[in-house]
C-alpha cells in the first residue's frame, strides 16, 4: 500500500490543528507530488485554510469536500489510506479516530485527550511526537515508507474497534450504567 491520499474529518476550526496539516503537505509532496489532501468537514477557518493551500501551491492537492452525509462518509474513509487528526486540545472522545479505524485506514493522531485512550501508538495507530506541519509529515512520510507497518496497524486497529467498541459490546454496557442509575435514583 502506498500512502496516496490523507483524510482529514471534522470541523474546520483552531484546535483541531487542520492549519498544521495542510502546512505538512508542502513536505510530503515534495517527496511525494502526487500525495493529496482531502478535508471534510466546516468552519469558520474554511476560508483561511484554502487560502494556505492556494499559497503554498496545493490548491489542485488539497480538495475540500464540505460537510459529507453519514451514507457517504464510509466510502470517504475507504477510499483514503490514512487519516490524520492533528488536534491540538480538547478531544474527548475520539469518534473519528474510531470510524477511521473500524474503515482499516491507519490513524497519526495528536496525543490529546480521549485520542491517547483510543490509540495505542505504533499498535492501533501513530501518536505524533509534536503537533507541527514537520511532524506530520515525517509520521504520514514514515507510514508510506513502510507499507508493511501500515497493514499492520490498520488489521490491529480495526480488531480493537470490533473488540472494545462495537454496538454488541457498548449497548450492555450502556444499559448497565443506565439500570445503575435507576436503583440509585429509588
Same mark, same amino acid.
Given at each position: 500500500m502506498c500512502i496516496r491520499d490523507s483524510l482529514y474529518v471534522g470541523r474546520l476550526v483552531y484546535r483541531k490543528g487542520v492549519h498544521?496539516?495542510?502546512?505538512?503537505?508542502?513536505?510530503? &509532496?515534495?517527496e511525494h507530488p502526487k500525495s493529496a489532501l482531502v478535508?471534510?468537514?466546516?468552519?469558520? /477557518? %474554511? *476560508?483561511h485554510l484554502k487560502? *494556505?493551500?492556494?499559497? #503554498?501551491g496545493l490548491d489542485k492537492l488539497v480538495l475540500f469536500l464540505g460537510k459529507v452525509t453519514d451514507d457517504e462518509l464510509p466510502d470517504v474513509y *475507504?477510499?483514503?489510506d490514512v487519516l490524520v487528526m492533528p488536534s491540538l486540545?480538547?478531544?474527548?472522545?475520539?469518534?473519528?479516530?474510531?470510524?477511521?479505524?473500524?474503515?482499516?485506514?491507519?490513524?497519526?493522531?495528536?496525543? =490529546?485527550?480521549? #485520542?491517547?485512550?483510543?490509540? &495505542?501508538?505504533?499498535? &492501533?495507530? /501513530? #501518536? /505524533?511526537?509534536?503537533?507541527?506541519p514537520r511532524s506530520i509529515a515525517n509520521t504520514v512520510l514514515m507510514l508510506h515508507?513502510?507499507? /508493511? #507497518?501500515? !497493514? $499492520?496497524?490498520? $488489521? %490491529?486497529? *480495526? @480488531?480493537? =474497534? @470490533? %473488540? !472494545?467498541?462495537?454496538?454488541? =459490546?457498548?449497548?450492555? !454496557?450502556?444499559?448497565?450504567v443506565y439500570e445503575e442509575v435507576m436503583l440509585m435514583s429509588h
Open positions: 498544521y496539516l495542510i502546512d505538512s503537505m508542502a513536505f510530503i &509532496t515534495n478535508i471534510v468537514g466546516d468552519g469558520p /477557518l %474554511k *476560508r487560502e *494556505r493551500a492556494s499559497e #503554498l *475507504r477510499s483514503s486540545y480538547g478531544e474527548s472522545q475520539g469518534i473519528v479516530a474510531l470510524e477511521g479505524m473500524a474503515s482499516g485506514l491507519p490513524v497519526i493522531a495528536s496525543p =490529546v485527550g480521549g #485520542l491517547r485512550e483510543v490509540i &495505542t501508538d505504533r499498535v &492501533t495507530g /501513530l #501518536l /505524533l511526537e509534536s503537533i507541527s515508507s513502510n507499507p /508493511l #507497518l501500515s !497493514k $499492520k496497524i490498520s $488489521k %490491529k486497529a *480495526r @480488531e480493537i =474497534v @470490533e %473488540k !472494545k467498541y462495537s454496538w454488541d =459490546v457498548i449497548i450492555p !454496557k450502556v444499559e448497565r
